[in-house]
């Protein structure tokens, strides 16, 4: 099973550019997640869906936009990117979440650079 | 507000000591908790996971946490700690009527020989 899989594992953006960061799974989980990481502030969840067609804010959505017309893709878009969008972005799905939550399983992660 | 809080940014043990990685949450409705950990340049791997039941979960590599509902807390644990623990440890909650998973700011373990 290849699991979650992000790409890139790397990209360099100036500001101002935009990108797509891409993920997929094959475990026909409900639940996919879209996360930040930065230095001594653990993840921060940028947007959630629930299935096909649903998605939803986190905590830190400004800058973002998703979409989610399969179960398997789950693709985060930044349309101008900026120095604050500097981090590593991590990828996450689950087969359910809120009530009866089973584990995340969580891709290797997209390391941005904004310049 | 609706908060995980790990209160150990850094922790540093002896290879061999016993290790407690400390994790407190604010949420008003019934929490499932997770530990995950995360070594250098990988994603998260999920350590153990508290839905109900016995509040003492056991989980892979040794691992044990306790679920405390009268102290908010979900304190990881390992008798014994080995070289290969060292990584980056993150507590999780979510919320029966909510939806996204939450994470703590983390705490990376050092080990020392």
């Known amino acids: 099973n290849a699991g979650v899989t992000q790409t890139p594992k790397f990209r360099i953006l100036k500001i101002g550019q935009s990108m797509t960061l891409q993920c997929t799974q094959d475990m026909n989980h409900n639940y996919m997640y879209w996360y930040r990481q930065d230095p001594g502030m653990g993840l921060k969840l940028i947007y959630y869906s629930v299935g096909a067609g649903i998605t939803d804010k986190g905590e830190v959505p400004n800058g973002y936009n998703v979409s989610r017309s399969t179960t398997e893709d789950f693709p985060l878009r930044l349309e101008l990117a900026a120095p604050s969008q500097t981090s590593v972005y991590f990828c996450?799905?689950?087969?359910?979440?809120?009530?009866?939550?089973?584990?995340?399983?969580f891709g290797q992660g997209t390391r941005l650079t904004v310049v | 507000a609706q908060s995980v809080t790990q209160p150990d940014i850094h922790i540093t043990v002896s290879e061999g000591a016993s290790l407690e990685l400390r994790c407190n949450y604010s949420?008003?409705?019934?929490?499932?908790l997770f530990w995950y950990v995360q070594s250098p340049g990988q994603g998260l791997q999920l350590l153990l996971k508290y839905f109900s039941g016995d509040t003492l979960v056991q989980g892979i590599k040794g691992f044990e946490a306790e679920f405390k509902r009268s102290q908010s807390s979900f304190n990881l644990r390992k008798p014994s700690v080995h070289w290969s623990d060292a990584a980056e440890y993150f507590c999780a909650v979510v919320t029966y009527n909510n939806n996204d998973m939450r994470f703590g700011a983390g705490t990376r373990l050092t080990v020392k020989p």
């Open positions: 996450a799905s689950s087969y359910l979440g809120g009530a009866g939550s089973t584990e995340a399983f």
């Open positions: 949420y008003g409705a019934t929490p499932y």
